[in-house]
């Protein structure tokens, strides 16, 4: 039994030795790898600085070539949550009875706030938008923005700044108008506040300001138009309604509702910011907000480093394959 628990522990003894051995021939092996690809790096150095200072400076002149961007920013809020506060609560009072009579009170603040958010985005409000305040040439034919003069400057070949007007056979179409315009335009609301923030990107920081007022005033302009021509139909409507009917009840309930739409009426017409006010104003931006060349260059660097590399691995390979076959 003795003799049998020593060579038992003997065998034992001899694994691990083996084992130990084994691990430390693969860290001798991974060293000697690591050491080998190090040294094979190194031998192609000056490969790697030529590709990388190319990418380098391509990277550089690239960055340079591109013309500054200037940021506008605007926070926008309900402006009916206050002032509209009478018309809400005339609303939820008579929303049942208008139902009846067949006619709509509206939806409420915050469907509309939604919905000026998807108006602000779609296709139709911003095409209309550009035509009718003339903005295809501020968006698709500026060449860059002077510093000095505050000024832009067009591309001739595309736009005759004197006469106002595009060269003949130049001008975009509405669909590029609207594709440049949605490449500078961002609409974000936030759920918890209900505000939307909108900012619009130029290469002129006074065009920015412009579009971004502009864009506050056409929204509301919508929906104050929708609700004067809805309130006008409402209260032709119900007056119709008063004569065909002899109920005194009813007429006090049509008189109610002509009221109430005779306060939507009101308020659409005297009120520029009809729908959504501005809490945060938009300004001529001071600096830049892009690009940033910085990260341009840092990027171009990087890549041309790694891609030297891998034309260096690429070409062992395939050395290491040709002399196999040979």
Request: contains cysteine; aromatic residues 8%; hydrophobic residues 50%.
């Given at each position: 039994m003795k003799d049998n628990e020593h060579k038992l522990n003997e065998m034992e003894a001899r694994l691990k030795l083996s084992t130990e051995t084994e691990k430390k021939m693969e860290k001798q092996e991974k060293e000697v790898d690591l050491f080998a690809l190090l040294e094979f790096v190194w031998t192609g150095k000056l490969f790697i600085i030529v590709v990388t200072g190319l990418f380098f400076f391509f990277a550089v002149i690239y960055s340079l070539s591109l013309p500054n961007y200037y940021k506008s920013e605007m926070i926008l809020a309900s402006s009916q949550v206050e002032s509209g506060g009478g018309l809400a609560s005339m609303s939820n009072k008579l929303g049942g009875l208008a139902s009846i009579a067949g006619i709509s009170m509206g939806s409420g603040d915050s469907a509309r706030i939604s919905h000026a958010v998807e108006l602000l985005k779609s296709r139709p409000f911003l095409e209309n938008?550009?035509?009718?305040?003339?903005?295809?040439?501020?968006l698709l034919a500026i060449e860059e923005w002077d510093n000095e003069t505050g000024g832009v400057v067009y591309h001739s070949e595309l736009y005759d700044k004197d006469n106002e007007k595009w060269v003949e056979g130049k001008e975009p179409s509405d669909w590029e108008a609207y594709l440049a315009l949605?490449?500078?335009?961002?609409?974000?609301?936030?759920?918890?506040?209900?505000?939307?923030k909108v900012s619009v990107e130029h290469q002129s920081p006074k065009v920015a300001e412009q579009i971004c007022r502009i864009l506050l005033r056409e929204v509301n302009l919508y929906f104050q138009n929708k609700d004067i021509s809805n309130a006008q139909k409402n209260i032709d409507y119900l007056k119709d309604k008063i004569t065909e009917t002899e109920v005194v009840d009813m007429q006090s309930v049509f008189y109610s509702l002509i009221e109430s739409q005779l306060k939507t009426l009101m308020l659409a017409e005297v009120s520029n910011e009809y729908l959504l006010q501005a809490v945060v104003a938009p300004m001529v931006a001071a600096q830049k907000s892009g690009p940033n060349r910085t990260s341009i260059?840092?990027?171009?660097?990087?890549?041309?480093?790694?891609?030297?590399?891998?034309?260096?691995?690429?070409?062992?390979?395939?050395?290491?394959?040709?002399?196999?076959?040979?």
């Open positions: 938008m550009i035509i009718q305040q003339k903005l295809k040439h501020l949605n490449q500078l335009l961002i609409v974000d609301m936030n759920g918890k506040t209900g505000m939307i260059v840092m990027v171009g660097t990087f890549l041309g480093g790694c891609l030297s590399i891998l034309v260096l691995f690429g070409r062992k390979f395939y050395e290491i394959k040709a002399l196999k076959k040979s």
